[in-house]
């Protein structure tokens, strides 16, 4: 069983910067591609990127291409998500995912998932 926790979350002012941590435990997290979606209040769940099992493949929604950047550390069981020039649209709770196999961005896809963490952009 593969369980994740993600870490990183907080409060930050517009054109500010934070690093999501997604943490696996588990032997076979190098075996899942892994993805981060989000979440705001009365919206459905948003794919925002993904990375394959072994970094060479990275995906970005549109409203975050150039902004963000998904990366994999396997020796440490961990994915990062480093956010920049982040604005108020940002605000959600992010979640992390893991899947064998499927397309990126659906959720349903995925088959393990992190509890999230609450990003705050203010304005």
């Known amino acids: 069983q593969l369980q994740l926790v993600e870490s990183g979350g907080g409060l930050v002012q517009a054109g500010g910067s934070l690093r999501l941590s997604c943490a696996a435990s588990?032997?076979?997290?190098?075996?899942?591609?892994i993805g981060w979606f989000r979440q705001a209040p009365g919206n459905e769940r948003e794919f925002v990127a993904a990375?394959?099992?072994?970094?060479?493949?990275?995906y970005y929604a549109d409203s975050v291409k150039g902004r963000f950047t998904i990366s994999r550390d396997n020796a440490k069981n961990t994915v990062f998500l480093q956010m920049n020039s982040l604005n108020p649209e940002d605000t959600a709770v992010y979640s992390c995912?893991?899947?064998?196999?499927?397309?990126?961005?659906?959720?349903?896809?995925?088959?393990?998932w992190g509890q999230g963490t609450q990003v705050t952009v203010s304005s």
């Open positions: 995912g893991a899947q064998y196999s499927g397309t990126y961005v659906h959720a349903r896809y995925y088959d393990h």
């Open positions: 990375i394959n099992w072994n970094g060479l493949d990275t």
């Open positions: 588990g032997r076979t997290f190098s075996s899942y591609a």
